[in-house]
């Protein structure tokens, strides 16, 4: 035991030195959690708060073009500028210049043609019903007009905004296309207006979509930036330990320190058993760390706070496992790297590319299908799909064990592959 | 390990031979000899001669690819691990933690031989004292001068009491002063009993501190006795002389 306590204070004053190791291990991470959280959390907000500065250029000669209008202010999507009289030919100099992310031109014919379209529906819809109409009776216009609407759109507006503005742009189009339809639909059959209990109708709220995540069981948890990151970088920082502690092992096998503990009963694996110690402990604490600013530093700069799992035992087991994972992987890099650079090298181009691979940058179900078979190799994945099942999915045992099984597969074969290596250089 | 009673030798090697992986030429080849308890034996050769290895096999840093080495205590034939314990080694490269202090280094290797508390602080108060370092115990290595680094070297290789001291090199890199000191040391250590098997490159200093010569060249031993035994033997003046006379001239990779 005295050897034991002597090793882990060894290690623990080594460590203590290892300033760069230790800023990497514990500053590193927290730096992405604030970093990354803040910015998704802004993209999300972006998006579903709708707050996207916008341009409106409205040549419409009739009421509809400043009825959409409307509806936009009313949605709260976007921060809105309204421009008449601008040239057509003038708006991609306007947005680009204006500093405006996206610009919507309503042409001139915007409610001709919509009064057109529905007109043109209302005469099938009556006809389909075997009514002589107003529209008949007075002869069918034959005008038609395109009057599409235009989005120009700033180069660096990423797709899944574009996309996300015209589909709420499409959305209020067609509620005023719908009014105006119905509208004409009364008008042909002879009503001057809308009677006032339609009207009424048409303006509740229609069937709404109703989002909520799937969960196992009942939980408070709510998929957030905060909810993904935390885990994610935690992972990541375990993982990065490769640089402590892999370089760590290779200067001792250099120094020579190795050799003269071979010449020391037992020595050696006391002092192996005490790296895992220590390193266990870095790697906890590194999780605690993350875990308390999740929950009580992020939301005081009005991130969402991190809700922790409610079942305990398994966020504990997948937290060993995910330690013992990243500290067998750096102790193997440690053994067969020939030299501290190769070690510091591999190492942390390895961890950089099993996340990004693993799903800690960008979400795996974004990946093609060859990616996400490819994604499965990296330990890094099977952690954060325990931590997933737990930070998100309130998940079972069930879901559990498939991280658990590779967790465990993993570490013993880097551990295997650790001691093979030592024991092929007669440490052990 | 064979069993046998030798009242007069602490280790006896048979027959070793050394082939390193993917090596195609022995690094030892049927290397024989006999260590006395008590005694000094210097083993020398140019470079690549075995030296190293045959220390390595010797401490069980490396295993022999055949023959065998056998351990004795008490006048009784040991296993190795038995006679592990009583082992100290000084390593050639500087085996020390850098980061740490003088006393830390020497607690560390010094717990890790066993030493309880009390032992080990009088220990190391007194390996730091007869070196010259006790005013710099608590200093990092890493501001030492390469002979402070050589003098921690053997501090940590002599922190259990050894009864067999294996050293290679001890006094490579250092200055007068440092190795006036270190061989100090290993002679009073000596006369107190333990048994010293020693390479180096300082021809002159090893002629003053072995009783015993053991030349290697190939892998093979050439010539085994006592210093004067042996200069007069091949007529030599020196063992710098009997090296050249029994090794060349040609330089050595």
């Known amino acids: ?428 | 390990m064979m069993l046998m009673t030798q009242p007069s030798h602490i280790l006896r090697v048979s027959s070793i031979t050394k082939l390193y992986p993917k090596a195609e030429v022995y690094s030892l080849k049927d290397v024989s000899f006999d260590v006395i308890r008590g005694e000094k034996l210097g083993i020398f050769g140019p470079n690549g001669a075995g030296k190293t290895t045959l220390i390595s096999i010797l401490c069980g840093i490396l295993p022999e690819t055949s023959g065998g080495v056998n351990y004795f205590i008490d006048n009784q034939s040991a296993t190795f691990k038995d006679v592990l314990p009583k082992i100290g080694f000084v390593p050639q490269d500087f085996a020390l933690y850098q980061e740490l202090t003088a006393m830390q280094n020497l607690r560390y290797f010094g717990k890790m031989q066993g030493l309880k508390n009390e032992e080990l602080e009088s220990k190391i108060a007194h390996l730091l004292t007869i070196l010259g370092l006790d005013h710099v115990g608590n200093r990092k290595l890493s501001t030492f001068s390469g002979g402070m680094k050589r003098r921690i070297n053997l501090a940590i290789g002599l922190i259990n009491d050894p009864e067999i001291l294996f050293l290679d090199e001890p006094t490579v890199g250092v200055d007068v002063q440092s190795k006036v000191a270190i061989i100090a040391l290993l002679n009073e250590l000596n006369q107190k009993g333990t048994t010293m098997i020693y390479t180096s490159h300082h021809l002159r200093e090893a002629e003053d501190f072995c009783d015993r010569t053991l030349l290697l060249d190939d892998g093979k031993i050439i010539a085994e006795g006592t210093l004067n035994d042996l200069l007069k033997q091949h007529n030599a003046e020196s063992l710098e002389d009997l090296l050249i006379h029994l090794t060349g001239k040609a330089l050595r990779d």
């Open chain 1, 1 to 428: 035991m005295e050897r034991f306590k002597a090793s882990v204070y060894k290690e623990v004053l080594l460590l203590l030195h290892d300033k760069v190791g230790l800023l990497l291990m514990y500053m590193m991470p927290l730096l992405l959690v604030f970093v990354i959280t803040i910015v998704q959390d802004s993209a999300f907000r972006l998006v579903n708060e709708n707050r996207l500065d916008i341009l409106i250029v409205n040549n419409d000669k009739g009421d509809l073009g400043d009825t959409l209008i409307s509806s936009m202010k009313h949605a709260g999507s976007f921060r809105i500028d309204v421009r008449k009289g601008v040239n057509e030919k003038q708006l991609s100099k306007l947005t680009l210049e204006g500093g405006k992310l996206a610009t919507l031109y309503i042409p001139e014919d915007f409610s001709t043609t919509m009064s057109v379209n529905s007109k043109r529906i209302s005469k099938a819809m009556l006809t389909e019903f075997g009514v002589e109409t107003e529209v008949e009776k007075r002869g069918a216009q034959k005008q038609e007009s395109n009057g599409a609407v235009k989005f120009l759109f700033d180069p660096v507006l990423q797709e899944s905004y574009q996309v996300t503005i015209k589909n709420n742009l499409q959305i209020m189009i067609s509620g005023i296309e719908s009014k105006q339809m119905i509208h004409q639909l009364y008008k042909d059959m002879g009503y001057d207006q809308i009677p006032p209990r339609i009207l009424q109708e048409l303006g509740k709220n229609r069937t709404k979509i109703v989002a909520e995540p799937a969960m196992n069981g009942e939980s408070a948890m709510i998929p957030n930036s905060t909810q993904h990151n935390v885990p994610a970088w935690s992972i990541f920082a375990m993982f990065f330990m490769v640089i402590s502690l892999g370089g760590n092992l290779v200067k001792e096998r250099v120094s020579g320190s190795f050799v003269r503990l071979q010449t020391i009963p037992g020595a050696f694996l006391h002092a192996m058993f005490a790296k895992i110690t220590v390193y266990s402990f870095v790697a906890l604490t590194q999780l605690m760390i993350m875990c308390t600013i999740g929950v009580f530093v992020l939301p005081l700069i009005g991130l969402p706070q991190l809700n922790l799992p409610t079942h305990m035992f398994p966020f504990i087991l997948i937290s060993v496992l995910s330690a013992m994972a990243a500290i067998s992987y750096a102790a193997m890099v440690g053994t067969y790297a020939r030299t501290q650079e190769q070690a510091n090298g591999f190492g942390a181009v390895s961890i950089i590319i099993f996340a990004a691979i693993g799903g800690i940058w960008v979400p795996s179900f974004v990946m093609p299908d060859y990616m996400l078979m490819i994604s499965k190799i990296s330990p890094l994945h099977w952690c954060l799909e325990g931590f997933y099942t737990l930070f998100l999915k309130n998940g079972s045992w069930d879901q559990l064990m498939g991280p658990v099984y590779y967790l465990i597969s993993f570490t013993v074969f880097c551990q295997a592959m650790a001691l093979w290596k030592l024991r092929r250089q007669h440490y052990i």
